[in-house]
């Protein structure tokens, strides 16, 4: 089943979003995604989904699906919609404000009723054009949205006012400047609410941009003369070559096939030192050649790129709701009824209490202007769009949203050993044959090549590597039992094994602990030890999390006083060594009981650990499996964003806490405020807006907010 993925164009809030979820949900869709911080809409797709009923569904409720294709010939992006109207609303408005000034300038004819109503109906045509369309469709589908709450109050301060013009009841009837100034200011709010979340979206925006870029591509004349010409990263495939010069940037995944320079891959990884590329060395898209030539053949398409695949996540990730969240849509979902119910309490209460209808009226239109659920959910997307565009700036890969608000609660760190907090660059350091064993030196060698050669254990990928040969035996059955090692079959019938201490102890009493053991037909025939290099970073990352009282445990399949000894140098408080892939999972079990618990690990038999964890956090150049498995992919090569990932999960919560406390406050405080006539519909408006902006702002501190 493939994932559709989609542009909505004309939402004004969050609310919208909630209401376009909700549709699609009933139309049977599956694992629905809709972010109203970058207007990305996903979900499951399938043979028997009308696209284009979906599509003229979303119409009807009163928004768009963006054509990317249309949009993308056009050039510039047109104006932002809500600039365009409160352009067009704001002169009438203004000039109906003028009026009060009658007694200082010469403007009294502003004070004719007829004059008034020709200067407020362009505004208020042109907010129905867009409230007042979105709100009845919203209706009709039986989804209310913020639009019908704009609506019906610019509408009752607009037909009061047209009544008494009609009917010549005089001034205490004329409330034009009121519908005017509702509709002009939620379209400069709306406008405000754009730009604030425009701002959160700039480091996704930054990496979507570093996508699009010019390629030179290398071809053939039919003189076998090298050609350069060229063209848009976009139509480059895989086994393209490309020539990338000094100073330009990557235009896609590739490997170096001549020269050499540097890479500034600041932004994939976060790493802000340019890199040494020659070679067979792979250069990744969007990433900078800083100085140095280099002739490379395109190892993927654009859209499947390591960059285009960092956005990818990045725009599913924002399209998921925390539980927060959930709570903040389930009241958004009811909030607009209760509104409508609170105005006409508002209406009749004051009425009842001797209140003219004027008065009463104006007090019910600022309850249903003020209470607008923008704020509420706006909260959790508008932080989740900055901590998630954050984190892939620094090359920290959040899966989903809930990831972030996972984090405030982890109270302990599980590492792997091997290729975590070590780099995985083994180098071999001693072997030897087992006494009595009837084979050669070169045999040896030749055993263990063939049996590693097709692991991706980083131990057996050191021993492929030094003692690489042409003549690997052939196997009639080959398998890796995790935990374990290889097990090759020959057509002889013969059993060859590599692997640990643990394989080696089935066979028989083995020699004191080293790192592989080979043995043929279940004897001994001898065992390498190789050696490792803990990460430079790794002692400075676990006395962060001691000093935030995080509880740190090495658990790895490594004997016990090889795990003791790194747990020592890295100030690791508990060690848990010689586990078996069952048994490391059945530990994160146990330590999930006690406390939330996130595993950093990087190999095949961390994958099931990593799945269980409250967080799995994987290496970028771990196993895929790995990758797949884990919550948070830190692209770095490294421990060393560890603490930020950590410090940006716990302040995107508090930021979402803090966004949610003010939403719910704001509405508590303002309903009420506005009931009692100390706020005008005017200034309900202003102050509906500025709410959301308000929140943006307060999200887009994760910007720079110092979080380690």
Known sequence: METISWKIEGMSCSNCALTIGKYLEKKGLQNVKLSFASGDLSFDGSPAVDQEDIRKGIRDLGYGVVNEAEQAGKGKPPMNKHLVYLLICLPFTALLFLHMAGDYLPVRWLMIPWVQLLLCLPVYLAGMHFFGRSAVKSILNGMPNMNVLITIGASAAFFYSLTGTVLGLGPAYLFYETAAAILTLVFLGNYLEDASMQATQRALNGLVKAQKTMANMIAFDEFHQELIFPVENKNLKSGDLILIRSGEQVPADCIILWGEGSADEAIITGESLPVIRQAKDRLIGGSLLVSGTVKAQVEAAAAHSVLANIIRLVQQAQGEKPPMQQLADKISAVFVPVVLGLAAVCFLGNSVYGLSPAPSLMRAIAVLVIACPCAMGLATPAAIAVGLGRAARQGILFRNARSLESFSNIRQVVFDKTGTLTTGDFVISDWQIAPGASITEDEFRQIAFSLEK????????????????????????????????????????????????????????????????????????????VRDSIRPEAASVVRYLHSKGIRTILLSGDRLAACQQLAAEAGIEEVIAEQTPEQKLGRIVQLNAQAPTAMVGDGINDAPALAKATIGISMSDASQIAVQTADVVLTNHGLKHLPLALGLGRHTFLTIKQNLFWAFFYNIVAIPVAAFGLLTPTMAALVMGLSDVVLAINSVRLFVKKVV
């Not at 492929?464 to 042409?470: N, P, T, V, Y």
């Not at 019938?493 to 053991?517: C, E, L, R, W």
Request: charged share 25%; hydrophobic share 35%.
């Open 454 to 529: 097709y692991s991706n254990h980083p131990i057996a990928k050191c021993i492929a590597r030094e003692w690489k040969r042409k003549d690997a035996l052939r196997w009639a059955k080959l398998d890796e039992q995790k935990g374990m090692g290889m097990r090759g079959v020959t057509k002889e019938g013969d059993v060859y094994q590599a692997g640990s201490f643990k394989m080696a102890a089935t066979s028989g009493p083995a020699p004191p602990p080293h790192n592989i053991y080979i043995l043929r037909n279940d004897q001994l025939l001898g065992w390498i030890d």
